[in-house]
T-cell receptor, first 112, second 113 residues
Framework: GDSVTQMEGPVTLSEEAFLTINCTYT??????LFWYVQYPGEGLQLLLK?????DKGSNKGFEATYRKETTSFHLEKGSVQVSDSAVYFCALSHRGDDKIIFGKGTRLHILP | DTGVSQDPRHKITKRGQNVTFRCDPISEHNRLYWYRQTLGQGPEFLTYFQNEAQLEKSRLLSDRFSAERPKGSFSTLEIQRTEQGDSAMYLC???????????FGPGTRLTVL
Protein backbone atom coordinates (compact mmCIF):
# COMPACT_ATOMS: atom_id res chain seq x y z
CA GLY A 1 0.00 0.00 0.00
CA ASP A 2 0.87 3.65 -0.14
CA SER A 3 3.29 5.03 2.43
CA VAL A 4 5.32 8.08 3.38
CA THR A 5 8.76 8.02 4.95
CA GLN A 6 10.32 11.10 6.49
CA MET A 7 13.51 11.74 8.38
CA GLU A 8 13.39 11.04 12.05
CA GLY A 9 13.74 13.83 14.53
CA PRO A 10 14.17 15.70 16.54
CA VAL A 11 16.00 18.16 14.33
CA THR A 12 17.67 20.98 16.25
CA LEU A 13 18.93 24.06 14.45
CA SER A 14 20.01 27.56 15.34
CA GLU A 15 17.93 30.50 14.23
CA GLU A 16 18.65 31.58 10.63
CA ALA A 17 20.02 28.14 9.70
CA PHE A 18 18.98 26.35 6.50
CA LEU A 19 16.40 23.61 6.95
CA THR A 20 15.83 20.43 4.99
CA ILE A 21 13.43 17.70 6.10
CA ASN A 22 13.54 14.73 3.77
CA CYS A 23 10.39 12.95 2.63
CA THR A 24 9.96 10.08 0.19
CA TYR A 25 6.80 8.26 -0.75
CA THR A 26 5.59 4.99 -2.21
CA UNK A 27 2.37 5.19 -4.15
CA UNK A 28 0.65 4.07 -7.30
CA UNK A 29 -0.23 6.69 -9.86
CA UNK A 30 0.19 10.38 -9.21
CA UNK A 31 -0.79 11.36 -5.70
CA UNK A 32 -1.01 14.88 -4.35
CA LEU A 33 1.71 15.64 -1.80
CA PHE A 34 1.45 17.77 1.30
CA TRP A 35 3.36 19.14 4.24
CA TYR A 36 1.35 19.71 7.40
CA VAL A 37 2.60 21.46 10.53
CA GLN A 38 1.48 20.99 14.12
CA TYR A 39 2.41 23.79 16.50
CA PRO A 40 2.37 23.03 20.24
CA GLY A 41 -1.20 22.80 21.51
CA GLU A 42 -2.74 23.39 18.08
CA GLY A 43 -4.34 21.28 15.38
CA LEU A 44 -2.67 20.16 12.18
CA GLN A 45 -2.43 22.89 9.56
CA LEU A 46 -1.73 22.53 5.88
CA LEU A 47 1.60 24.22 5.18
CA LEU A 48 1.92 23.61 1.44
CA LYS A 49 0.97 21.17 -1.28
CA UNK A 50 1.81 20.07 -4.81
CA UNK A 51 -0.53 18.16 -7.07
CA UNK A 52 1.65 17.09 -9.99
CA UNK A 53 5.23 16.31 -10.90
CA UNK A 54 7.66 19.25 -10.82
CA ASP A 55 5.14 21.46 -9.00
CA LYS A 56 6.62 23.55 -6.23
CA GLY A 57 4.52 24.27 -3.18
CA SER A 58 5.48 27.25 -1.04
CA ASN A 59 4.21 29.09 2.02
CA LYS A 60 5.70 31.13 4.86
CA GLY A 61 9.19 30.79 3.36
CA PHE A 62 8.95 26.99 3.15
CA GLU A 63 9.22 25.22 -0.20
CA ALA A 64 8.93 21.65 -1.47
CA THR A 65 9.15 20.33 -5.03
CA TYR A 66 7.28 17.23 -6.25
CA ARG A 67 9.98 14.98 -7.70
CA LYS A 68 8.38 12.04 -9.46
CA GLU A 69 11.70 10.52 -10.57
CA THR A 70 12.97 10.26 -6.99
CA THR A 71 9.52 9.96 -5.36
CA SER A 72 10.48 12.76 -3.00
CA PHE A 73 8.98 15.95 -1.57
CA HIS A 74 11.66 17.44 0.66
CA LEU A 75 10.79 20.48 2.76
CA GLU A 76 13.23 23.39 2.76
CA LYS A 77 13.51 26.83 4.30
CA GLY A 78 16.40 29.19 3.84
CA SER A 79 16.39 30.82 7.27
CA VAL A 80 14.42 29.30 10.13
CA GLN A 81 12.98 31.19 13.08
CA VAL A 82 12.24 30.15 16.64
CA SER A 83 8.54 30.33 15.75
CA ASP A 84 9.05 27.50 13.22
CA SER A 85 9.51 25.04 16.10
CA ALA A 86 6.80 22.43 15.54
CA VAL A 87 6.18 18.92 14.25
CA TYR A 88 6.13 18.61 10.46
CA PHE A 89 4.26 15.83 8.64
CA CYS A 90 4.72 14.82 5.03
CA ALA A 91 1.58 13.30 3.52
CA LEU A 92 -0.11 12.14 0.34
CA SER A 93 -3.56 11.51 -1.00
CA HIS A 94 -5.07 10.36 -4.27
CA ARG A 95 -7.64 12.33 -6.19
CA GLY A 96 -11.04 10.87 -5.47
CA ASP A 97 -9.79 9.10 -2.34
CA ASP A 98 -10.34 11.31 0.65
CA LYS A 99 -8.02 9.75 3.17
CA ILE A 100 -4.65 11.34 3.77
CA ILE A 101 -1.66 9.09 4.43
CA PHE A 102 0.83 10.70 6.79
CA GLY A 103 4.46 10.10 7.63
CA LYS A 104 5.49 9.75 11.25
CA GLY A 105 6.38 13.40 11.65
CA THR A 106 9.62 15.26 12.33
CA ARG A 107 9.95 17.43 15.41
CA LEU A 108 11.89 20.63 14.75
CA HIS A 109 13.51 22.71 17.49
CA ILE A 110 14.93 26.10 16.64
CA LEU A 111 17.30 27.62 19.17
CA PRO A 112 17.57 31.41 19.51
CA ASP B 1 -13.48 31.02 16.25
CA THR B 2 -15.10 29.18 13.36
CA GLY B 3 -12.63 26.30 13.03
CA VAL B 4 -13.16 22.64 13.81
CA SER B 5 -13.80 22.03 17.49
CA GLN B 6 -13.57 18.82 19.50
CA ASP B 7 -14.83 17.93 22.92
CA PRO B 8 -13.46 16.92 25.33
CA ARG B 9 -9.84 17.85 24.80
CA HIS B 10 -8.68 15.21 27.26
CA LYS B 11 -10.32 12.05 28.52
CA ILE B 12 -8.97 9.59 31.06
CA THR B 13 -10.90 6.38 31.49
CA LYS B 14 -10.49 2.93 32.92
CA ARG B 15 -10.16 -0.12 30.74
CA GLY B 16 -13.54 -1.54 29.84
CA GLN B 17 -15.43 1.75 30.02
CA ASN B 18 -17.18 3.36 27.06
CA VAL B 19 -16.20 6.81 25.85
CA THR B 20 -17.72 9.23 23.35
CA PHE B 21 -16.07 12.14 21.61
CA ARG B 22 -17.71 14.97 19.72
CA CYS B 23 -16.55 16.90 16.69
CA ASP B 24 -18.11 20.10 15.35
CA PRO B 25 -16.89 20.81 11.82
CA ILE B 26 -16.70 24.14 10.05
CA SER B 27 -20.35 24.97 9.45
CA GLU B 28 -20.57 24.78 5.66
CA HIS B 29 -18.33 21.71 5.31
CA ASN B 30 -20.13 18.60 4.14
CA ARG B 31 -17.27 16.15 4.68
CA LEU B 32 -16.04 15.08 8.10
CA TYR B 33 -13.11 12.80 8.88
CA TRP B 34 -11.78 10.97 11.91
CA TYR B 35 -8.11 10.07 12.33
CA ARG B 36 -6.16 8.48 15.17
CA GLN B 37 -2.65 9.50 16.13
CA THR B 38 -0.57 7.43 18.52
CA LEU B 39 2.60 8.67 20.17
CA GLY B 40 5.42 9.13 17.68
CA GLN B 41 3.26 8.32 14.69
CA GLY B 42 1.42 10.31 12.09
CA PRO B 43 -2.36 10.42 11.99
CA GLU B 44 -4.09 7.33 10.57
CA PHE B 45 -7.41 7.50 8.77
CA LEU B 46 -10.38 5.91 10.55
CA THR B 47 -13.54 6.94 8.70
CA TYR B 48 -15.29 9.75 6.91
CA PHE B 49 -18.76 11.11 6.25
CA GLN B 50 -20.34 13.03 3.46
CA ASN B 51 -23.24 14.79 5.12
CA GLU B 52 -24.82 12.07 7.27
CA ALA B 53 -23.60 9.12 5.20
CA GLN B 54 -20.57 7.19 6.38
CA LEU B 55 -18.74 6.45 3.14
CA GLU B 56 -15.57 4.65 4.17
CA LYS B 57 -14.23 2.88 7.22
CA SER B 58 -10.64 1.79 7.78
CA ARG B 59 -9.82 -1.71 8.95
CA LEU B 60 -8.42 0.08 12.02
CA LEU B 61 -12.01 0.78 13.04
CA SER B 62 -12.82 -2.38 14.97
CA ASP B 63 -16.37 -3.32 15.92
CA ARG B 64 -15.86 -1.56 19.28
CA PHE B 65 -15.73 1.75 17.42
CA SER B 66 -18.77 3.47 16.01
CA ALA B 67 -19.10 6.89 14.44
CA GLU B 68 -22.22 8.83 13.60
CA ARG B 69 -23.16 12.10 12.01
CA PRO B 70 -26.94 12.04 12.40
CA LYS B 71 -27.87 15.43 10.99
CA GLY B 72 -24.90 16.00 8.75
CA SER B 73 -23.43 18.52 11.16
CA PHE B 74 -21.55 17.38 14.28
CA SER B 75 -20.21 13.86 14.62
CA THR B 76 -19.60 11.50 17.52
CA LEU B 77 -17.05 8.73 17.84
CA GLU B 78 -17.79 6.11 20.46
CA ILE B 79 -15.38 3.48 21.72
CA GLN B 80 -16.92 0.63 23.67
CA ARG B 81 -15.04 -1.54 26.17
CA THR B 82 -11.90 0.57 25.90
CA GLU B 83 -8.51 -1.11 25.89
CA GLN B 84 -5.11 0.33 26.73
CA GLY B 85 -4.21 0.18 23.06
CA ASP B 86 -6.95 2.72 22.34
CA SER B 87 -4.90 5.41 24.08
CA ALA B 88 -4.22 7.98 21.39
CA MET B 89 -5.10 11.41 20.07
CA TYR B 90 -8.34 11.32 18.08
CA LEU B 91 -8.41 13.98 15.38
CA CYS B 92 -11.37 15.30 13.48
CA UNK B 93 -11.17 17.19 10.21
CA UNK B 94 -13.68 18.70 7.80
CA UNK B 95 -13.65 19.84 4.20
CA UNK B 96 -15.90 21.39 1.62
CA UNK B 97 -16.30 18.44 -0.70
CA UNK B 98 -13.74 15.89 -1.70
CA UNK B 99 -10.26 16.73 -2.99
CA UNK B 100 -10.31 19.94 -0.95
CA UNK B 101 -8.21 20.95 2.02
CA UNK B 102 -9.05 19.18 5.23
CA UNK B 103 -9.11 21.46 8.28
CA PHE B 104 -8.18 19.73 11.52
CA GLY B 105 -9.43 20.21 15.03
CA PRO B 106 -7.18 20.25 18.10
CA GLY B 107 -7.91 16.61 18.90
CA THR B 108 -9.14 14.63 21.89
CA ARG B 109 -6.42 12.88 23.85
CA LEU B 110 -7.65 9.58 25.29
CA THR B 111 -5.77 7.80 28.06
CA VAL B 112 -6.99 4.34 29.02
CA LEU B 113 -5.69 3.17 32.41
Amino acid sequence: GDSVTQMEGPVTLSEEAFLTINCTYTATGYPSLFWYVQYPGEGLQLLLKATKADDKGSNKGFEATYRKETTSFHLEKGSVQVSDSAVYFCALSHRGDDKIIFGKGTRLHILP
Amino acid sequence: DTGVSQDPRHKITKRGQNVTFRCDPISEHNRLYWYRQTLGQGPEFLTYFQNEAQLEKSRLLSDRFSAERPKGSFSTLEIQRTEQGDSAMYLCASSLGGDNEQFFGPGTRLTVL
